[in-house]
């Protein structure tokens, strides 16, 4: 029997298990599916990271490097190399690596950190020829940045999603031609600073409301053929345009990794595709904990550190003394605002909700009802998809609560 | 004259607004907090960036690297021909110094290599 | 010199080739691409027919229901995954009730046996899911699935087990005739041979020419399809067609063998025999018909979609023809020609041997294989004694399919060898998943690039021009 098993050492993983270790718990195991601790942050080399956390910009390698030191400062045991293939809901783990083969730890808790994955080329349907030279951008950074090889030379990119983006500097960087960056929507996924510095520093055009029509080239990619779309997202024959590049790289979204959820009997909330979680982290299952991008994907790093201290607090005291709840309100929203999480409140206490909106609104106020009667309100000048929102809510206001409302008000 | 910018400080990207008299900068809006001001006056005047990359060891092992301060934008390519005939040596811990003098910055390992 | 030449190692090459090695004959296999299965079989619909389709009478129908009944004992030797999920062709109207009852007539000439019609309460207990309006089918017990690529990859593997030779990147350029036989060209190469099968595919009417046989031609007709992910996989359980139409069997839907759910094909005569283009309206046919068959299919849920060009006789039945002593086409070997091939290998050794050919059962002749799959199907205490013995095997490189590192190299080191990601997909299942490669490509690249002795560079997707990385990065000094 293990107290704590946390099932990925990403960013996610590494801070829940020091928050555990600093709440009094001493019997823990991460398991990490590569090679070293960091998680994808081993191939973020760009900056950026840690400015919350640590108030100075660092590289993901650095970022990661400073929980390492601490996870092997308090001797946090791990094992690199394993990947975890079952989860019970009795909190039985299944797992492989070279050394011990095939084994099966029974813990007390789990907290799941294993962080999402790509939206892959196959789910989008693009018509054409199936050549070589279609990769995630995520794919590229790690050929790019781990490996040290160029996927190509000259490049276009579908999505404009922070990898995307990145990866159109660094790409650019090592050499490359990145011919254009097409997004589907009408505003990109990705962060305004990644924008102006990844790409109106090198003069490489950011096509909105385009897509990726067609591909060509028999064995390796020869060209894409781009177009702009109407307001239905459909595109408008009448533009489109053949782009000759060798590389296309797709940044379409990421999705939480949730199949080790799913075997769990975990449920699954249909909006994040992560689990259903309270303020603590907590899954409906008794002991299972998530959060990093496995629950949700965050755009910051230092925010899935902030997320994963909870869990990693909240399983430790689940450790030692149970879980003792004195409420069940259930968080609903409104549409505009899509998810949020946590999901539902178990226990009076001041809480931050996370939350992300379904389109570009600007002069907004953000209001929560409890039971109808309105117990928050707060204005914005502008909410976009690509940004995670936050509020705090006091806990003193959520007495006997059984329902939370987040509503979008359009001023 | 006006120009609008993006400040790349941190994830926030405020909307800056800068007024502009021939070069110099008479005010800056938009910014949330003070470093947004200094950005946008260094933008206008000597834009200057952080360069990450990786070096190639004498080994064949690719380790991350960056300027350990922002040099100058227009640099940033002279910068990287630098860093790509960079050959260091194994090990390389995190912060070593691979290249120690180069427009006002050094570049350092941001990973440990053995 | 020898005995045979195979030329083509799809299917019904691969077939021939493993039938032929059970022979004392010196067989060779010639193929014009990278790797095994690389045309029609590696695109289609995976589906062993139980035979009701073709006409009464013709080689269609003789070898669809000979083939389909000894498939599962070519599978079991071969390791091979094979499901006897039956079919069920369902109806929507009056019109289709009729012409339920003609196939139910036709597949019982053939020799089908067990086929019986459903009416709709029986259909819905059988596939909860299927559509409120259909309201009868026609029911096949016999019909079942099969992974096309790894049937091919697997007797490819045991006719090598048993003395044959294979050489890709083989792509045949002239065919002349010797006192003995005949000479294969390619541009590089040459191999003499006293006899040829070809098994070319959409080729076989080019190869046939080429000795002077002009007697039929192949146009390939485009079928594209979408595959969803496994959670999908039990939304049906039998293989569900429409009532047919002259252009085929219209969109099926049907559970893989790996538990994936596959919809299409779609059916488009084409004259290019390289356009393997999937187009936007074939999607959005696929997607409709589906929906028509079967309720709640979720197409967000698709993992890939891809297309295959399907090799169309001239003739309208398969073209097994021997134009000369010694030369013997197997050609416009459409559907039902998975379902066929082991019957069609037969009939090709049994044409041989009718031609004063001398075919000798070779006393060691060995005709199974180890399952590709074995470590996968493994229990967990096999798998940790075969993980002590190697530990590679305790590595998981590709996360969704759960594929070991063990598995990739023994799909690099085992016959026919996977030379490029696509066949290491084939053979392992890594990067079929559902981020598709995105983590691990970059792994196995490494692993080809170690076990083949070559350079990042120099590895490929699917052979000579496929490439995945151009250049070291640093170069640009």
Same mark, same amino acid.
């Given at each position: 029997?293990?107290?704590?098993?946390?099932?990925?050492?990403?960013?996610?993983?590494?801070?829940?298990?020091?928050?555990?270790?600093?709440?009094?718990?001493?019997?823990?195991?991460?398991?990490?599916?590569?090679?070293?601790?960091?998680?994808?942050?081993?191939?973020?080399?760009?900056?950026?990271?840690?400015?919350?956390?640590?108030?100075?910009?660092?590289?993901?390698?650095?970022?990661?490097?400073?929980?390492?030191?601490?996870?092997?400062?308090?001797?946090?045991?791990?094992?690199?190399?394993?990947?975890?293939?079952?989860?019970?809901?009795?909190?039985?783990?299944?797992?492989?690596?070279?050394?011990?083969?095939?084994?099966?730890?029974?813990?007390?808790?789990?907290?799941?950190?294993?962080?999402?994955?790509?939206?892959?080329?196959?789910?989008?349907?693009?018509?054409?020829?199936?050549?070589?030279?279609?990769?995630?951008?995520?794919?590229?950074?790690?050929?790019?940045?781990?490996?040290?090889?160029?996927?190509?030379?000259?490049?276009?990119?579908?999505?404009?999603?922070?990898?995307?983006?990145?990866?159109?500097?660094?790409?650019?960087?090592?050499?490359?031609?990145?011919?254009?960056?097409?997004?589907?929507?009408?505003?990109?996924?990705?962060?305004?600073?990644?924008?102006?510095?990844?790409?109106?520093?090198?003069?490489?055009?950011?096509?909105?409301?385009?897509?990726?029509?067609?591909?060509?080239?028999?064995?390796?990619?020869?060209?894409?053929?781009?177009?702009?779309?109407?307001?239905?997202?459909?595109?408008?024959?009448?533009?489109?345009?053949?782009?000759?590049?060798?590389?296309?790289?797709?940044?379409?979204?990421?999705?939480?990794?949730?199949?080790?959820?799913?075997?769990?009997?975990?449920?699954?909330?249909?909006?994040?595709?992560?689990?259903?979680?309270?303020?603590?982290?907590?899954?409906?299952?008794?002991?299972?904990?998530?959060?990093?991008?496995?629950?949700?994907?965050?755009?910051?790093?230092?925010?899935?550190?902030?997320?994963?201290?909870?869990?990693g607090k909240s399983a430790a005291s689940y450790i030692k003394s149970g879980t003792q709840n004195d409420m069940n309100a259930v968080i609903k929203t409104d549409g505009k605002i899509r998810y949020s999480v946590p999901q539902r409140i178990?226990?009076?206490?001041?809480?931050?909700?996370?939350?992300?909106?379904?389109?570009?609104?600007?002069?907004?106020?953000?209001?929560?009802?409890?039971?109808?009667?309105?117990?928050?309100?707060?204005?914005?000048?502008?909410?976009?998809?690509?940004?995670?929102?936050?509020?705090?809510?006091?806990?003193?206001?959520?007495?006997?609560?059984?329902?939370?409302?987040?509503?979008?008000?359009?001023? | 004259?006006?120009?609008?910018?993006?400040?790349?400080?941190?994830?926030?990207?405020?909307?800056?607004?800068?007024?502009?008299?021939?070069?110099?900068?008479?005010?800056?809006?938009?910014?949330?907090?003070?470093?947004?001001?200094?950005?946008?006056?260094?933008?206008?005047?000597?834009?200057?960036?952080?360069?990450?990359?990786?070096?190639?060891?004498?080994?064949?092992?690719?380790?991350?690297?960056?300027?350990?301060?922002?040099?100058?934008?227009?640099?940033?390519?002279?910068?990287?021909?630098?860093?790509?005939?960079?050959?260091?040596?194994?090990?390389?811990?995190?912060?070593?110094?691979?290249?120690?003098?180069?427009?006002?910055?050094?570049?350092?390992?941001?990973?440990?290599?053995? | 010199?020898?005995?045979?030449?195979?030329? *083509?190692?799809? !299917?019904? &090459?691969?077939?021939?080739?493993? +039938?032929?090695?059970?022979?004392? /004959?010196? @067989?060779?296999?010639? #193929?014009?691409?990278?790797?095994?299965?690389?045309?029609?079989?590696?695109?289609?619909?995976?589906?062993?027919?139980?035979?009701?389709?073709?006409?009464?009478?013709?080689?269609?129908?003789?070898?669809?229901?000979?083939?389909?009944?000894?498939?599962?004992?070519?599978?079991?030797?071969?390791?091979?995954?094979?499901?006897?999920? *039956?079919?069920? !062709?369902? &109806?929507?109207?009056?019109?289709? +009730?009729?012409?339920?009852?003609? /196939?139910? @007539?036709?597949?019982? #000439?053939?020799?089908?046996?067990?086929?019986?019609?459903?009416?709709?309460?029986?259909?819905?207990?059988?596939?909860?899911?299927?559509?409120?309006?259909?309201?009868?089918?026609?029911?096949?017990?016999?019909?079942?699935?099969?992974?096309?690529?790894?049937?091919?990859?697997?007797?490819?593997?045991?006719?090598?087990?048993?003395?044959?030779?294979?050489?890709?990147?083989?792509?045949?350029?002239?065919?002349?005739?010797?006192?003995?036989?005949?000479?294969?060209?390619? #541009?590089?190469?040459?191999?003499?041979?006293?006899?040829?099968?070809?098994?070319?595919?959409?080729?076989?009417?080019?190869?046939?020419?080429?000795?002077?046989?002009?007697?039929?031609?192949?146009?390939?007709?485009?079928?594209?399809?979408?595959?969803?992910?496994?959670?999908?996989?039990?939304?049906?359980?039998?293989?569900?067609?429409?009532?047919?139409?002259?252009?085929?069997?219209?969109?099926?839907?049907?559970?893989?063998?790996?538990?994936?759910?596959?919809?299409?094909?779609?059916?488009?005569?084409?004259?290019?025999?390289?356009?393997?283009?999937?187009?936007?309206?074939?999607?959005?046919?696929?997607?409709?018909?589906?929906?028509?068959?079967?309720?709640?299919?979720?197409?967000?849920?698709?993992?890939?979609?891809?297309?295959?060009?399907?090799?169309?006789?001239?003739?309208?039945?398969?073209?097994?023809?021997?134009?000369?002593?010694?030369?013997?086409?197997?050609?416009?070997?459409?559907?039902?020609?998975?379902?066929?091939?082991?019957?069609?290998?037969?009939?090709?050794?049994?044409?041989?041997?009718?031609?004063?050919?001398?075919?000798?059962?070779?006393?060691?002749?060995?005709?199974?294989?180890?399952?590709?799959?074995?470590?996968?199907?493994?229990?967990?205490?096999?798998?940790?004694?075969?993980?002590?013995?190697?530990?590679?095997?305790?590595?998981?490189?590709?996360?969704?399919?759960?594929?070991?590192?063990?598995?990739?190299?023994?799909?690099?080191?085992?016959?026919?060898?996977?030379?490029?990601?696509?066949?290491?997909?084939?053979?392992?299942?890594?990067?079929?998943?559902?981020?598709?490669?995105?983590?691990?490509?970059?792994?196995?690249?490494?692993?080809?690039?170690?076990?083949?002795?070559?350079?990042?560079?120099?590895?490929?997707?699917?052979?000579?021009?496929?490439?995945?990385?151009?250049?070291?990065?640093?170069?640009?000094?």
């Amino acid at each position: 029997m293990t107290d704590l098993v946390i099932i990925g050492g990403g960013p996610a993983g590494m801070s829940a298990a020091i928050a555990a270790y600093e709440s009094g718990i001493r019997d823990i195991l991460i398991l990490e599916r590569d090679v070293k601790l960091g998680g994808i942050l081993q191939q973020c080399i760009h900056n950026g990271f840690g400015l919350h956390k640590f108030g100075e910009e660092l590289t993901g390698p650095e970022y990661a490097w400073r929980y390492e030191e601490k996870v092997r400062e308090y001797g946090i045991l791990f094992k690199t190399g394993t990947m975890v293939l079952d989860i019970t809901k009795d909190k039985i783990i299944t797992a492989t690596n070279e050394e011990d083969g095939i084994f099966t730890i029974q813990a007390k808790a789990i907290i799941l950190a294993m962080g999402c994955r790509e939206r892959s080329k196959g789910a989008l349907n693009i018509a054409g020829s199936r050549p070589a030279g279609i990769f995630s951008a995520g794919t590229a950074q790690k050929f790019v940045n781990m490996k040290g090889y160029m996927p190509g030379k000259s490049v276009v990119i579908l999505g404009s999603g922070d990898i995307g983006l990145i990866m159109a500097r660094r790409m650019t960087l090592e050499g490359a031609e990145v011919k254009a960056v097409c997004e589907l929507m009408p505003y990109s996924g990705g962060l305004a600073r990644n924008i102006e510095q990844c790409l109106n520093d090198f003069n490489i055009p950011l096509k909105l409301s385009h897509t990726v029509v067609e591909i060509h080239g028999k064995e390796r990619l020869e060209g894409v053929t781009i177009a702009q779309v109407d307001e239905n997202r459909k595109p408008i024959d009448s533009t489109r345009e053949f782009i000759a590049c060798d590389t296309l790289l797709l940044s379409v979204g990421l999705i939480p990794e949730n199949e080790l959820t799913k075997a769990a009997e975990v449920e699954l909330d249909r909006i994040t595709n992560g689990a259903v979680v309270d303020q603590d982290r907590q899954t409906e299952k008794e002991g299972i904990f998530a959060c990093g991008n496995v629950l949700h994907v965050h755009d910051l790093v230092d925010f899935v550190s902030e997320e994963a201290e909870i869990a990693g607090k909240s399983a430790a005291s689940y450790i030692k003394s149970g879980t003792q709840n004195d409420m069940n309100a259930v968080i609903k929203t409104d549409g505009k605002i899509r998810y949020s999480v946590p999901q539902r409140i178990t226990t009076k206490k001041d809480i931050t909700v996370y939350f992300r909106v379904s389109d570009v609104f600007k002069n907004v106020k953000i209001n929560v009802y409890k039971d109808g009667e309105q117990i928050y309100s707060k204005k914005k000048i502008k909410v976009a998809p690509g940004e995670m929102e936050s509020i705090k809510l006091a806990g003193e206001k959520l007495d006997d609560a059984k329902e939370l409302y987040l509503e979008l008000e359009v001023l | 004259m006006e120009r609008n910018l993006t400040c790349i400080v941190c994830p926030m990207g405020c909307s800056l607004k800068v007024e502009l008299d021939g070069g110099e900068v008479k005010s800056v809006s938009g910014n949330t907090c003070p470093r947004g001001e200094v950005y946008a006056r260094t933008e206008c005047t000597n834009p200057m960036r952080t360069v990450t990359s990786t070096v190639r060891c004498s080994d064949g092992t690719v380790v991350a690297v960056k300027t350990d301060k922002p040099i100058p934008k227009d640099k940033v390519f002279d910068c990287m021909k630098a860093i790509n005939n960079a050959n260091p040596d194994l090990p390389i811990k995190i912060g070593c110094v691979i290249i120690d003098k180069i427009y006002g910055a050094k570049v350092i390992a941001t990973q440990n290599a053995e | 010199m020898y005995d045979v030449s195979v030329i *083509g190692a799809g !299917v019904v &090459g691969a077939m021939v080739a493993r +039938k032929l090695s059970s022979y004392s /004959l010196k @067989v060779c296999i010639l #193929e014009s691409e990278n790797d095994v299965a690389m045309g029609a079989t590696r695109a289609n619909s995976a589906i062993v027919h139980a035979g009701f389709d073709a006409k009464e009478g013709s080689l269609k129908a003789k070898l669809n229901v000979k083939g389909s009944e000894m498939m599962e004992k070519v599978a079991s030797e071969l390791g091979v995954k094979y499901k006897k999920n *039956g079919s069920l !062709v369902i &109806g929507f109207n009056e019109e289709d +009730k009729n012409m339920l009852s003609e /196939l139910l @007539v036709r597949g019982n #000439e053939n020799g089908v046996k067990d086929l019986r019609l459903l009416d709709k309460d029986e259909l819905k207990a059988l596939e909860p899911n299927i559509s409120n309006n259909a309201i009868c089918a026609l029911y096949a017990p016999t019909g079942a699935i099969i992974c096309p690529y790894e049937l091919t990859i697997a007797a490819v593997g045991n006719a090598m087990d048993n003395g044959a030779e294979l050489k890709c990147n083989f792509k045949v350029t002239a065919i002349d005739k010797t006192d003995d036989g005949y000479e294969i060209k390619s #541009e590089t190469e040459a191999v003499k041979s006293r006899c040829v099968i070809n098994c070319a595919g959409l080729y076989s009417d080019k190869i046939a020419a080429m000795i002077g046989d002009e007697s039929f031609s192949v146009h390939p007709r485009k079928g594209e399809y979408i595959l969803l992910d496994k959670e999908c996989g039990c939304i049906v359980s039998h293989t569900i067609f429409r009532t047919p139409s002259k252009m085929g069997k219209g969109i099926l839907v049907s559970p893989t063998v790996d538990g994936n759910l596959l919809t299409g094909p779609t059916s488009v005569d084409m004259e290019d025999k390289e356009n393997k283009a999937t187009a936007a309206d074939g999607f959005a046919k696929i997607i409709k018909e589906t929906y028509e068959n079967v309720e709640g299919v979720p197409f967000n849920k698709t993992i890939t979609s891809f297309c295959g060009l399907r090799a169309v006789g001239s003739t309208g039945d398969f073209i097994i023809t021997s134009p000369e002593k010694g030369f013997i086409n197997a050609a416009g070997i459409e559907s039902p020609g998975l379902s066929a091939s082991p019957a069609i290998a037969e009939y090709i050794a049994d044409m041989l041997k009718d031609q004063g050919f001398e075919l000798n059962e070779k006393a060691d002749f060995n005709p199974k294989r180890k399952p590709m799959h074995y470590f996968r199907e493994a229990s967990i205490e096999e798998k940790n004694k075969i993980i002590k013995k190697d530990k590679s095997f305790g590595k998981i490189v590709c996360r969704c399919e759960g594929v070991t590192e063990g598995e990739i190299l023994e799909a690099i080191r085992t016959n026919p060898k996977a030379r490029d990601l696509d066949g290491v997909k084939r053979r392992t299942r890594a990067q079929m998943g559902r981020c598709q490669g995105g983590f691990c490509s970059p792994y196995i690249v490494e692993l080809l690039a170690k076990e083949m002795n070559i350079t990042y560079e120099d590895v490929t997707k699917f052979g000579a021009g496929s490439y995945i990385n151009c250049s070291k990065t640093k170069e640009d000094k």
